[in-house]
């Protein structure tokens, strides 16, 4: 009877949380109010500025600003009146993110392998994805629900299941939790991302070809050393290369459009980026 009425309480809280939609239409978990993801975003925001080393060059911040504002000025709904705080960190990590409330950070790495504005541009359009279809949320939701099944184990011990029936349940809640739950929802995040990133690429007027040049640059900064798909985080660099250039036909005239609307970013990358010839 404990059994029951904890994967009761377990499964109502699923089904009230699973009318959420991702922008793309995918369902989605969502347990938490946005205004509490929206705290710890600005805390942990806060958080890496106090620890990390912040990029005072004038030029290169007006320039990450530039591709930034050119994206948030066409976001969809309230996302693009938001005040979207933007930090430069002067350390080598090729990474970028934006975190629930609109707090954005790039690296100085991000910015020496991104060639160009447009380059820029899908990679904080990706990460700002993440915000717009509240990954976080689901990400911490998800864990959440995770660690819930996870405590009823002793649970499962005290009853009278046979082995096999409590074999598949711990495996559906523990080693099946991680491989087949927590990590599929992270790489579905990423293309998800990446296809929203694309869009907002499309409607700001940033050349869409070289979002899978940036993928290519990525994947040759990391020495074309990744880890299997299936238990990886991240889409294999390939993969994603494939799926972008498989959605920019279709976003082709939404691109042309917002061009001859105006929007025609010239966000001016510094000198300062480039990296010395070897």
Same mark, same amino acid.
């Given at each position: 009877?404990q ?6 309480g377990?499964?109502a809280?699923v089904?009230?949380?699973s009318?959420?939609?991702? +922008?793309?239409?995918? &369902? ?10 929206n705290?710890?975003?600005?805390? &942990?925001?806060?958080?890496? =500025? ?5 990029n005072?060059d ?6 990450? =600003?530039?591709?930034?504002? $050119?994206?948030?000025? %066409? ?7 938001? /005040?979207? *705080?933007? %930090? !430069? @960190? ?6 970028? @993110?934006?975190? +629930?409330?609109?707090?954005i ?20 359009g990706?990460?700002?994805?993440h ?9 911490i &939701?998800?864990?959440? #629900? ?10 499962i011990?005290?009853t009278?299941? /046979?082995?096999?029936? $409590?074999?598949?349940?711990m ?9 087949? !739950? ?5 790489? %579905?995040? *990423?293309?998800?991302s ?11 007027? @940033? ?6 040049e #940036? ?10 050393? $990744? +880890?299997? *798909? #299936? ?5 294999? +660099?390939?993969? =994603?290369?494939? /799926?972008?250039e498989a ?16 929007h ?7 000198? &300062? ?6």
């Open positions: 009877m059994l029951k009425t904890v994967l009761l377990i499964t809280a089904t009230l949380a009318c959420a939609q991702s +922008p793309t239409g995918r &369902s989605q978990l969502q347990l938490y109010p946005s205004s509490e993801l705290k710890m975003g600005a805390a &942990s925001y806060e958080e890496m =500025r106090k620890e990390g080393k912040i005072q004038e030029q290169v911040n007006a320039y990450v =600003r530039c591709v930034t504002d $050119a994206l948030v000025e %066409t976001l969809p709904g309230d996302y693009a009146q938001m /005040d979207w *705080e933007v %930090t !430069v @960190f002067d350390e080598p990590t090729v990474n970028a @993110f934006a975190l +629930p409330g609109g707090y950070g790039v690296y100085n790495g991000l910015l020496e392998t991104a060639e160009n504005q447009h380059q820029l541009a899908a990679v904080i990706h990460e700002i994805g915000v717009i279809a509240e990954h976080s949320n689901e990400r &939701s998800s864990n959440m #629900l995770v660690g819930l099944g996870l405590q009823i184990g002793g649970v011990a005290s009278q299941m /046979d082995s096999d029936e $409590a074999g598949l349940l495996a559906a809640l523990g080693i099946g939790a991680q491989v087949g !739950v927590l990590l599929p929802y992270s790489r %579905t995040h *990423e293309s998800e990446d296809e929203l990133g694309l869009e907002y690429m499309a409607d700001a007027g @940033f050349q869409l070809d070289q979002a899978p #940036l993928w290519r640059n990525m994947k040759a900064a990391s020495g074309g050393a $990744a +880890p299997p *798909e #299936l238990l990886s985080t991240h889409p294999n +660099p390939d993969t =994603r290369i494939q /799926d972008l959605q920019i036909p279709s976003l082709q005239s939404r691109y042309q459009q917002a061009v001859a609307a105006g025609t970013p010239n966000c001016q990358r510094p000198a &300062s980026l480039d990296k010395p010839a070897e």
